[in-house]
């Protein structure tokens, strides 16, 4: 079992960033691919970013391509979010995801990842 928890939301003004970290715990022995999804009110939760089991590979959706960098640590079993330029639209619950086994790929299904975090607020007013 892995266990995942981000911090770094809160409130920011539109242009504004913040950094979103995700830290693993548990059975961390082997790298698996991560992502990051958001979800709004009364939206359903979308992909974000995703990052390759070693971090050569990065994927984003185009409405944060950009704008964000994911990336990750492996040596400290974490993953970023740094988000840049934020706008009101990107209000939402932040949620880190992993993927069940190192030999996955990162997918821009949620219903692909095995392991989420408790999610983190950012707040962008206008």
């Known amino acids: 079992q892995v266990q995942l928890a981000e911090s770094g939301g809160g409130l920011v003004q539109a242009g504004g960033s913040l950094r979103l970290s995700c830290a693993a715990s548990?059975?961390?022995?082997?790298?698996?691919?991560m992502a990051w999804f958001r979800q709004a009110p009364g939206k359903e939760r979308e992909f974000v970013a995703g990052i390759s089991r070693r971090g050569s590979n990065t994927y984003y959706a185009d409405s944060v391509k950009g704008r964000f960098t994911i990336s990750r640590d492996n040596a400290e079993n974490t993953a970023y979010l740094q988000m840049n330029s934020l706008k009101p639209e990107d209000t939402a619950v932040y949620y880190c995801?992993?993927?069940?086994?190192?030999?996955?790929?990162?997918?821009?299904?949620?219903?692909?990842?095995?392991?989420w975090g408790q999610g983190t607020q950012v707040t962008v007013s206008s």
């Open positions: 995801a992993a993927r069940r086994t190192a030999q996955s790929t990162v997918s821009v299904r949620d219903d692909d990842y095995a392991y």
């Open positions: 548990g059975r961390t022995d082997s790298t698996n691919p």
